[in-house]
């Protein structure tokens, strides 16, 4: 039997909330998007780029957002020592480009696995919390909230991507 991206009961977003229910919930809207995008496909559709000439695929937007999870949330905000899951030294897109040989049922879980860490690492930590991170621009200090706010844009902006890429596969569209 062939595998397939599962189907997902996607939550919505709190229409009336305290500011971290509504993060929360519109965070948890677009994580279930990205799966809902990916939802019926084979693991080769999920590697097909196929809005040329971008090499981008959902498989490729599954690890990448894998990856910035681990990132933001854990990694920075919550400052675990915990390895890269790519490696970025010799290729900066390198999340994107393991899409073609990756395991897409061990990509999917991995991304649940990912975002139930992400949640577990900021439970009960305060909006206002900060770090700080050293980029190429300088040191700069991000609040967990400044994290929420851009996952949710990461999501979203991502998930236009694979809205491209599932109507190109199969034709598939909606919100």
Not at 19 to 48: F, I, P
Not at 77 to 106: R, V
Request: aromatic share 8%; charged share 30%.
């Amino acid at each position: 039997m062939t595998w397939r991206a599962p189907e997902i009961d996607r939550s919505h977003e709190p229409l009336v909330a305290d500011e971290r229910a509504m993060l929360d919930g519109w965070l948890d809207y677009h994580r279930d998007t990205l799966l809902h995008k990916c939802a019926g496909l084979t693991a080769e559709q999920l590697r097909t780029a196929s809005v040329e000439p971008s090499g981008l695929s959902l498989l490729g937007l599954v690890l990448h957002m894998t990856d910035v999870e681990r990132s933001w949330f854990r990694q920075r905000s919550a400052g675990q020592d915990l390895p890269d899951l790519f490696d970025y030294d010799t290729d900066n897109d390198a999340d994107f480009h393991a899409a073609s040989g990756a395991d897409a049922e061990g990509a999917f879980a991995a991304f649940r696995a990912e975002v139930d860490a992400a949640r577990a690492a900021v439970e009960g930590r305060s909006l206002d919390e900060t770090f700080e991170l050293t980029r190429s621009d300088g040191t700069r200090t991000f609040s967990l909230r400044w994290v929420y706010v851009h996952m949710i844009e990461e999501y979203a902006r991502h998930n236009g991507h694979a809205d491209l890429i599932r109507e190109r596969i199969d034709g598939v569209t909606g919100d």
